[in-house]
């Protein structure tokens, strides 16, 4: 079955330092891929996505992403972390099946950050 | 202007209670979507409509029903509230039918006591 899982449940990384979250995907072609956050209290913004062309996006608030195909990976980065950053990251992916289109998400990624 | 807004923002009733919450988009989209967040932040999809047809009906049951009266309003009505039902439930549009670039509300906390 389809599915996008995201391994770290809860990070904490100190503000200044850089940031990976990861996630992976299951399915056979290149599905859409995105990220999205969520801050406490509010609903999801999306942060970046990639539907094709440049495996290296760039989002908002300094965030990028990097797909790659051979590990079905689709990991997001950030230089240097902010205390605002600390929020809830949702991936998601979109399966490509026609006229039937299936947003799938991942469990989301919990990130704290120390001052 | 908000986008995508709900209201209320925060509901707290009694199991038994029949309640509603509102949505409406001003983005001109043609979809929108009803989503459940429980306690553990997992999203799971319960509606969708496109041009006010029902395009997603999750296994939800059916003391939820949406109803849009129009391609900019999709509201939720709950039936007989349950405990299990406390979550926020929230409101998203898209265009065109679900591309992945969604425009989420703020949500609405349901607290069922």
């Known amino acids: 079955a389809q599915s996008v899982t995201q391994p770290d449940i809860h990070i904490t990384v100190s503000e200044g330092a850089s940031l990976e979250l990861r996630c992976n995907y299951s399915?056979?072609?290149?599905?859409?891929l995105f990220w999205y956050v969520q801050s406490p209290g509010q609903g999801l913004q999306l942060l970046l996505k990639?539907?094709?062309?440049d495996t290296l996006v760039q989002g908002i608030k300094g965030f990028e992403a990097e797909f790659k195909r051979s590990q079905s990976s689709f990991n997001l980065r950030k230089p240097s972390v902010h205390w605002s950053d600390a929020a809830e990251y949702f991936c998601a992916v979109v399966l490509n099946a026609g006229n039937n289109r299936k947003l799938i998400w991942g469990l989301g990624t919990s990130l704290a950050v120390n001052p | 202007d908000t986008a995508v807004s709900q209201t209320p923002k925060y509901l707290v009733t009694q199991m038994g209670n029949d309640k509603s919450i509102k949505c409406e988009q001003n983005l001109g989209h043609d979809t929108m979507y009803w989503y459940k967040q429980d306690s553990k932040k997992f999203l799971k999809i319960m509606f969708s409509y496109n041009n006010k047809e029902l395009i997603i009906n999750e296994t939800v049951p059916n003391r939820f029903s949406p109803k849009s009266p129009d391609k900019a309003h999709l509201n939720l009505h709950i039936n007989s509230l349950e405990l299990g039902d406390s979550a926020v439930y929230f409101c998203?549009?898209?265009?065109?039918?679900?591309?992945?670039?969604?425009?989420f509300g703020e949500g609405s906390r349901l607290t069922v006591l």
């Open positions: 399915y056979g072609a290149t599905p859409y």
């Open positions: 998203a549009s898209s265009s065109p039918y679900n591309t992945g670039e969604l425009f």
């Open positions: 990639y539907f094709s062309g």
